[in-house]
């Protein structure tokens, strides 16, 4: 079984793509196989990863053209095509190069970031976004005198967008963000969203309009690859589409 590894640094006119021969074990991650291409074949390899649980977001890339978490995304069911997702296309994804699926592990930078080197990718853009939205809980009132309590139901609906670990794959997957760079990305309008659902915000629509604007809400097309490859199952397409439903009841 072979890793087939994007390789890029500055000065450089191209990329490349580099081949190594990995020792395929039972639960064997993308991470892992990266472990062996640094030890065995070229300790100058660059990727981030950090926590090796699904927990920090850091080690998101494009694995078999699907943006994934390396440390979470194990080889073997891979290699067997038992982890397809069926995402819809998009050219964002780099020229294609000769590659057998069933052979090698393709492993690649997440689109639309811009390469630093090999798969480390510039996440500035995407963190502007996330502070353009200002993700921080903006309560009516200050200073209460009790405890804020939440009916289960509202916590519930709250749940399926507050697991987000910031990893950026939704972000790498979204055919508009190839097309229009400015468009805002599904992980910072789903954490838009999720304040603005909050009961206990401010009962005012301002934080909606926030990302009302051409490169918000109205960019996005539905294509629905956020909510297929997101590791933590947060729907950002379901709330940019709620969102989208309650402006235009109010135009
Ligand atoms: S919504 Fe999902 S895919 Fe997007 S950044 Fe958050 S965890 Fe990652
Ligand atoms: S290393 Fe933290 S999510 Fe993969």
Redesign the pocket.
């Known amino acids: 079984m072979k890793l087939k590894v994007y390789r890029y640094q500055e000065g450089m006119d191209s990329p490349r793509y580099d081949t190594f021969e990995i020792k395929v074990v039972p639960g064997l991650t993308v991470l892992g196989a990266l472990f062996q291409f640094q030890e065995q074949l070229d300790d100058s390899l660059s990727f981030n990863y950090s926590c090796r649980g699904a927990v920090c977001?850091t080690c998101?890339m494009l694995i078999n053209k699907v943006p994934c978490l390396a440390c979470r995304t194990q080889v073997e069911p891979l290699l067997k095509g038992d982890l397809k997702i069926p995402i819809f296309p998009y050219p964002g994804v780099g020229e294609t190069i000769p590659w057998d699926a069933k052979k090698e592990v393709l492993v690649e930078p997440l689109p639309h970031l811009g390469v630093i080197k090999d798969l480390m990718v510039d996440m500035d853009k995407f963190f502007d976004y996330y502070r353009f939205i200002q993700p921080v809980f903006k309560p009516s009132d200050l200073n209460p005198e009790k405890e804020r309590l939440m009916d289960p139901e509202d916590v519930k609906k709250l749940e399926e967008y507050t697991s987000?670990?910031?990893?950026?794959?939704?972000?790498g997957a979204c055919p508009v963000e190839g097309q229009n760079p400015e468009y805002l990305g599904?992980?910072a309008l789903?954490k838009l969203y999720r304040f603005h659902i909050d009961p206990r915000e401010g009962e005012d629509k301002s934080r909606l309009k926030v990302a009302d604007i051409p490169s918000g809400w109205w960019a996005c097309d539905s294509y629905g690859n956020?909510r297929k490859?997101?590791?933590?199952g947060?729907p950002?397409i379901k709330g940019i589409e709620k969102a989208v439903d309650e402006l235009k009841r109010e135009k």
């Open positions: 977001g998101a987000c670990i910031l990893c950026a794959a939704c972000f599904p992980a789903a956020c490859v997101c590791p933590k947060v950002p």
